[in-house]
């Protein structure tokens, strides 16, 4: 249904058939599984030559071009991090199936009608990756009750993507979405921990992000979160030149002394 280099994408935008949700990360993925730091290396050496050409010579950034180099940084420093942590890498690769396998074909069978590639490029905005941030917060705020995270992701989703300014989706559709979704990944939850699974959709949500530095919600709810565990020095500093102070402020408040 989609060009297999979608997987391996690293533009900041998607109008690939499979609505988004394959772009980029199982390319994370494998950079993570490979035993050599080889590829790893390549791929930061690019993100270096981008930031570079995002910076005239008086030194001040680009903002666009820069704020994309220092968020495929931040990828390329969650790769290095999996690449020691195998475990999560697995919880990822789980997830990232639930959407692709099961969670796509039910908005294909509930609003694909008779046009399911057409439908796939109209959600093709985000949606996943609003999806896991949302889905992560709700793992760490309902963990004792779990039965009100569908409820409670969905209207995030909503809300956030008004906030946001983002193309609204029907609610129907991202209900079912989020129920597709959250059954396979609560049986996660209760095999594995909520610590553990909150941590593999914050990560997924980076991945799988066509362009997190135009999505508030993946910085403020996936990849700030996630500093002290896979960002490394090069990335805050980067991240700390291109984004508003407010975030960057919080972002600092996440790093403590690293």
Request: net charge positive; aromatic share 4%; hydrophobic share 40%.
């Amino acid at each position: 249904m989609h060009p297999k280099n979608c997987e391996s994408a690293e533009g900041h935008s998607c109008k690939c058939a499979c609505g988004g949700v394959e772009h980029g990360w199982s390319n994370s993925l494998k950079l993570a599984r490979d035993p050599s730091p080889v590829p790893r290396q390549k791929a930061r050496d690019r993100c270096d030559s981008r930031w570079a050409r995002a910076l005239p010579s008086e030194g001040r950034p680009k903002p666009s071009k820069a704020r994309q180099a220092a968020t495929d940084t931040a990828k390329v420093d969650l790769a290095d991090w999996l690449s020691e942590n195998p475990k999560t890498i697995e919880h990822i690769q789980e997830v990232g199936d639930i959407l692709v396998c099961s969670v796509i074909t039910k908005l294909d069978e509930g609003f694909g009608g008779d046009d399911p590639r057409g439908a796939r490029k109209r959600i093709n905005d985000h949606l996943w990756c609003d999806l896991l941030v949302a889905m992560a917060d709700a793992i760490k705020r309902f963990e004792k009750a779990m039965d009100r995270i569908p409820e409670y992701v969905t209207t995030i989703i909503m809300q956030s993507r008004e906030a946001e300014d983002r193309k609204p989706f029907l609610e129907a559709l991202v209900r079912l979405a989020v129920r597709a979704a959250w059954e396979p990944i609560k049986k996660m939850v209760e095999a594995t921990g909520a610590p553990e699974i909150q941590r593999a959709c914050q990560i997924l949500a980076v991945l799988i992000c066509p362009a997190p530095e135009k999505h508030k919600a993946v910085r403020a709810g996936a990849l700030r979160p996630l500093a002290d565990e896979g960002l490394l020095a090069i990335s805050k500093e980067r991240l700390a030149q291109v984004f508003p102070a407010d975030w960057v402020r919080r972002l600092q408040e996440g790093f403590g002394d690293v």
